[in-house]
């Protein structure tokens, strides 16, 4: 896992080395262990090393190819390179090293561009081809590892993260305020390929591209959920196991110590079983070896299944003890990370979390992130599963399937049936286009009567076509991985692990996997009462059976609510109640002032937008001291 920093001058315009280098050194924390600087007169490649695989220095970037061709500069891991190496040495290729980044360079000399599909991993990397002067690069297929761009008719760059394009000298991003009136007023982060900063955009996941030295830019898409086939076989239960347990087994790889991240949900568990279960039969590998790093809050108590699962496992637990005020103090640096904002408080408990993993040696982190979006975790699948037998005409199906979910999670049966037919509704009305006009300006009062803010801010705003949610459940699930949440929580994981030197491995997202999932009918993601139904059939004598058969896993929670109504109430007005938020001239101060009061005495809940207004303003100042650091 690293940092990669690239800059391309075009047309002969030589690349600056000391602008490559402070953009390397600006993503010191994700690569603390080497570096290096490539420049060759209008290419500039800088890099920073956090050693997984082959800890010698034969694992050192930028690497050049053993022909002198190629140069690469490489962030992430391709798990199945030993395959991959196997078969390019069948093909006649020798190699220096035993890790994953000479395999990538052979792969793109033997394959070109059609190297992509064969790549099982998390990457985000850029080949400069020295003989054709021309640059190739991808992202991975889901967007784990970022990669950053922005580009003028003198300058492209491309980076791990944004700060790296902004500490270059060649881009002086300000603020993107159609991005920031889409999250202050709505909350939205993350489902575009736009940032926060004006002229900064992030190449999209499942995608490769060229770029010429005259600044000739083509990009393509090498895999997509909607092409994917239906999944054939008679036991997808026993299927879908098997490419997981192959999914762990393969991010296992590492010469580093490999932790994973516990919170007592089907997920985790599934995960560090598989592990644990491989780690016993490594040789001369005990299971104990194995550490889970877990926070519980009093608030959100899952000691009983976390402890079913140590027993099983025989790990070891770390967990997390921390407070509000030890998180408040933190929010700062997360932002910093993350150069956007996060949404919520549970962000600054991952950031710890991963402090936590740092602080007992571990370099690698296995985590269920993908597994909500991909298998049908979300409570909202409910209703799209509800709604996808009414549109089918399934109406006793719905029912049924209604019934046994308010048997075992509660509400009312007739009200949950009504929902999901207003649904139906209004996705058969929005394909009118009058209704869909009315939808749109509706929308667009709704936002300009928001007391919150004034007309400086609402001005900004670019109403979209958003039509409510998708009557499918595969549609529904397909949004979830390429718009939202999952980008947005991919990116926050990256930030918060990479800032402690930490890589974060995810094998639900193993593409293998994916393709299966949602090659399968929608019964074996939402079943009865039970979401991931394919996922709990799998786990059978796998996972302890008190995680695999609970309906009340909470998430991720944070008690956000109550810390602004009470431990953090003081620092949060500060920040409201602070001269910059009353110049700023986009806010109305007395009126926030005074629903922070209401929500102090509970009589609202606006945790969440207190939080946003926050972070934005946080996040704002930071940028303003980089600006008069530079200057």
Known sequence: MCGIAVAIGLHGRPVERAA??????????????????????????????????????????????????????????????????DELRQLGYQFRSSGDSEVLLAAYREWGRDCLPKLNG????????????????????????????????????????????RASGYQRAGINWRMASRFLLEGRLDSHHETFYEGIEQVPPGS??????????????????????????????????????????????SDVPVGVCLSGGLDSTAIICAAARQRHESAGVQPESLQAFCYMAKEFDESKYIADTLLQTHAQLRQLETSPAELWNDVRKVLWF???????????????LMRLAASHGIRVVLNGQGADETIGGY????????????????????????????????????????????????????????YRTWAQARRQARIRQNSWFSGDLTRHFISEDIPPSSAALSAALNQSVVSAPLP????????????????????????????FVCGLPDEWKVRGPWNKYVLREGMKGRIPESVRSRVDKMGFPTASKKWFAHDLYEPLRDTLASQTVRERGIYNAKVILADLERHRKGEADFANRLFHITEFELLSDILRQEHVHVA
């Not at 082959?54 to 962030?75: C, T």
């Not at 799209?384 to 979910?405: E, F, I, P, T």
């Open 20 to 85: 490559v280098e402070r953009m390397a050194k600006s993503l010191l924390h994700r690569g603390p262990d080497d570096g290096g600087i490539y420049v060759d007169g209008a290419v500039g490649m800088g890099f920073r090393r956090l050693s997984i695989l082959d800890l010698s220095e034969a694992g050192h970037q930028p690497m050049i190819s053993q022909d002198g061709q190629y140069v690469l500069v490489f962030n992430g891991e391709i798990f199945n390179y030993v395959e991959l190496r």
């Open 122 to 165: 998390m990457w985000a990397f850029v080949i400069y081809d020295r003989r054709q002067r021309r640059l190739f690069g991808s992202r991975d297929r889901f967007g784990v590892k970022p990669l950053f761009y922005s580009r003028d008719n003198t300058v492209i760059q491309f980076a791990s993260e944004i700060k790296a394009l």
């Open 208 to 253: 490769g591209f060229e770029v010429g030295l005259d600044g000739a830019w083509h990009q393509w898409s090498f895999w997509s959920l909607d092409a994917l086939p239906q999944t054939a076989t008679t036991d997808p239960a026993a299927a879908f196991a098997d490419l997981f347990e192959d999914s762990v087994r393969i991010r296992m790889r």
């Open 338 to 352: 993350q150069d956007e904002p996060v949404h919520t408080m549970t962000a600054v408990v991952g950031y710890q």
């Open 379 to 434: 409570s909202s699948y409910f209703q799209d599963y509800w709604v996808s037998l009414l549109q089918q005409g399934r109406v006793n199906a719905a029912w049924q399937a209604v019934k046994s979910y308010t048997q075992a999670h509660g509400g009312n049966a007739r009200a949950r049936m009504t929902a999901a037919a207003s649904r139906c509704i209004s996705w058969e009305m929005y394909k009118i286009a009058g």
């Open 488 to 515: 947005l929580y991919l990116r926050i994981e990256d930030r918060n692990s990479m800032a402690h030197s930490v890589e974060a491995r995810l094998p639900f997202l193993d593409y293998r996997l994916v393709s």
